[in-house]
């Protein structure tokens, strides 16, 4: 955990650990048991690098500065150059600071009982979205998780496995592949394109996003972390392509409106009261946002102690590279992306993936200690 977030979550557990003094009662296991994530590749630790897919990141220097885990700065199928939040997540919580994937063949029960990452990088809430570069839709995701909540009771018995499944902290983020590699790159004739405005499209994902959160809820979730939007005008891939290098205002638009949604179905969703449209059963719902992180980094770098945001790391340009374009072999790579957001062109490096779990840490997750 890093020392920030030590400091800033010290006065929450002080508190904590006052309250079960003066009750005298013992303190209670841990309060998250396991995080299971679902998403695209800014939550991905590996599943794509077992099915067939161009989108992959299982080499150099992809996971060139991760320290931690057998085999330190080897690349893990994780779109970075070293941790992911849902990592420093984990970790925060008191727990494994790697989450697993789930198609990893070397992780086992023992290590997924304590954290399990069924995202695909790619995918999105539309199913046409993963269908793009085949990796796993959203729905796909979910029957894996069915198969582990079936591989758990095995493993734990039907009475742990409910109570991991219950206490378990669910973290769900995508939606960035639906606008940028479908509905703004799609032909005209593409259905997301020609079939709806943007809002309209919004609808629909939101329309899944809340399916999706309610067959978790059906299979045991109680405590859900629903993500929203970035600022994907901000992405170095979107202002390579802008006048003079700047974010792309539709793109950011088109975020904050989705977003403002989001908002909306999660304080439905924990309204508590099933006939009010929320999940009832004490589940707990929180929304995690992306946007106003990076957004202040972008607009501010040296506060946050960055240096560059406009392009990333990887590559000669840091407009474009990513994926197989960001190789071992790519020139003028930078040697300290410490002092980057991003590490290609679309994703965060691994300091930018820690501010933004510390920053959620402290804003929302907290709830969960």
Same mark, same amino acid.
């Given at each position: 955990?890093?020392?920030?977030?030590?400091?800033? @979550?010290?006065?929450?557990?002080?508190?904590?650990?006052?309250?079960? $003094?003066?009750?005298?009662e013992p303190a209670a296991?841990?309060?998250?048991?396991?995080?299971?994530?679902?998403?695209?590749?800014?939550?991905?630790?590996?599943?794509? %690098?077992?099915?067939?897919?161009?989108?992959?990141?299982?080499?150099? #220097?992809?996971?060139?500065?991760?320290?931690?885990?057998?085999?330190?700065?080897?690349?893990?199928?994780?779109?970075?150059? &070293?941790?992911?939040?849902?990592?420093?997540?984990?970790?925060?919580?008191?727990?494994?600071?790697?989450?697993?994937?789930?198609?990893? #063949?070397?992780?086992?029960?023992?290590?997924?009982?304590?954290?399990?990452?069924?995202?695909?990088?790619?995918?999105?809430?539309? %199913?046409?979205?993963?269908?793009?570069?085949?990796?796993?839709?959203?729905?796909?995701?979910?029957?894996?998780?069915?198969?582990?909540?079936?591989?758990?009771?095995?493993?734990?018995?039907?009475?742990?496995?409910?109570?991991?499944?219950?206490?378990?902290?669910?973290?769900?983020?995508? &939606?960035?592949?639906?606008?940028?590699? %479908?509905?703004?790159?799609m032909p005209s004739g593409?259905?997301?394109?020609?079939?709806?405005?943007?809002?309209?499209?919004?609808?629909?994902? $939101?329309?899944?996003?809340?399916?999706?959160?309610?067959?978790?809820?059906?299979?045991?979730?109680?405590?859900?972390?629903?993500?929203?939007?970035?600022?994907?005008?901000?992405?170095?891939?979107?202002?390579?392509?802008?006048?003079?290098?700047?974010?792309?205002?539709?793109?950011?638009?088109?975020?904050?409106?989705?977003?403002?949604?989001?908002?909306?179905?999660?304080?439905? @969703?924990?309204?508590?009261?099933?006939?009010?449209?929320? @999940?009832?059963?004490?589940?707990?719902?929180?929304?995690?946002?992306?946007?106003?992180?990076?957004?202040?980094?972008?607009?501010?770098?040296?506060?946050h102690g960055f240096e560059?945001?406009?392009?990333?790391?990887? =590559?000669?340009? =840091?407009?474009?590279?990513?994926?197989?374009?960001? %190789?071992?072999?790519?020139?003028?790579?930078?040697?300290?992306?410490?002092?980057?957001?991003?590490?290609?062109?679309?994703?965060?490096?691994?300091?930018?993936?820690?501010?933004?779990?510390?920053?959620?840490?402290?804003?929302? @997750?907290?709830?969960?200690?």
């Amino acid at each position: 955990m890093s020392t920030t977030l030590r400091h800033s @979550l010290l006065p929450i557990i002080l508190l904590q650990l006052h309250v079960v $003094l003066l009750s005298g009662e013992p303190a209670a296991a841990a309060k998250v048991p396991a995080v299971i994530v679902f998403g695209d590749s800014t939550v991905d630790t590996g599943n794509n %690098n077992y099915i067939s897919t161009l989108l992959k990141s299982d080499f150099s #220097p992809y996971g060139r500065d991760l320290r931690v885990g057998p085999g330190g700065g080897q690349p893990t199928g994780r779109f970075s150059n &070293g941790r992911l939040a849902v990592d420093f997540i984990s970790e925060a919580f008191g727990l494994p600071p790697l989450v697993p994937a789930y198609l990893d #063949p070397n992780a086992d029960m023992a290590s997924l009982a304590t954290g399990a990452c069924f995202a695909s990088a790619g995918a999105g809430y539309d %199913n046409a979205t993963s269908d793009l570069f085949s990796v796993l839709p959203v729905w796909k995701q979910l029957e894996y998780f069915e198969e582990y909540v079936a591989r758990l009771q095995s493993f734990q018995g039907d009475d742990k496995a409910k109570e991991t499944l219950s206490k378990a902290l669910y973290i769900v983020s995508m &939606g960035t592949n639906d606008y940028l590699e %479908n509905y703004y790159a799609m032909p005209s004739g593409h259905a997301a394109r020609s079939a709806t405005s943007a809002s309209e499209y919004a609808g629909y994902l $939101l329309g899944v996003a809340e399916s999706f959160a309610r067959a978790l809820h059906a299979l045991g979730a109680r405590k859900l972390d629903l993500n929203g939007l970035p600022p994907m005008g901000c992405l170095p891939l979107e202002r390579h392509v802008a006048p003079g290098g700047t974010c792309t205002e539709e793109y950011n638009a088109v975020a904050r409106s989705f977003n403002a949604g989001l908002r909306d179905l999660v304080a439905r @969703l924990d309204a508590g009261e099933v006939d009010d449209g929320g @999940l009832g059963d004490g589940a707990r719902v929180v929304y995690g946002d992306v946007y106003g992180p990076v957004e202040e980094v972008v607009a501010d770098p040296a506060a946050h102690g960055f240096e560059v945001v406009g392009v990333g790391c990887c =590559g000669a340009t =840091g407009r474009f590279e990513m994926g197989y374009m960001c %190789n071992s072999a790519s020139p003028l790579t930078c040697e300290d992306a410490g002092k980057y957001a991003f590490w290609d062109a679309i994703h965060p490096t691994e300091r930018l993936h820690r501010f933004l779990a510390d920053r959620k840490m402290n804003t929302t @997750l907290y709830v969960f200690l």
